[in-house]
């Protein structure tokens, strides 16, 4: 009998075998259960903007990453429609951040997900990202659940 984690497990590592731009950022799939997912990266010298900080545009990379293994989690094949994203603390050169998502509502083919960025090693939470997703209606075309 196939479980819903075993889907969970099946579509994260379709998916991230294809990412190659979350790969390529130095992500780290760490962690993957139906409509949540926690996904990890090191705030490299190339992240940096003119203030030495992360640039928001990979901590926002970081969190939609996770965002999309999570709400990727169910088997269909599923797309953003849409978030928001609050920083709230920098992040610095040589920060492991942590992107833990969590599914808050699946209506349908829609779904909403809230996605914290954490700093582990001080308990700082850098960012919040509010999503919202949309199934394609279909399933993910790698995923076998023989």
Known sequence: MVTDQDVAVR??????????????????LRKVLPGRAEISMVVREDML?????????????????????????????????????????PARRGDVLVATASERALRGRSGIYDVTVARPSD???????????RSLGRRNPGLSLD
């Open 123 to 133: 308990s700082t939470v850098v960012a919040e990202l509010r999503g919202r997703s």
């Open 49 to 89: 903007n003119g203030w030495a900080m992360c640039h928001g545009g990979f901590i926002a990379a970081l969190a939609d990453s996770a965002f999309a293994m999570a709400c990727n989690s169910r088997g269909d094949v599923t797309v953003a429609a849409g978030f928001d994203v609050t920083f709230l603390e």
């Open 11 to 28: 579509s994260a590592a379709t998916m991230w075998a294809e990412d190659t731009a979350s790969r390529g950022l130095g992500m780290e």
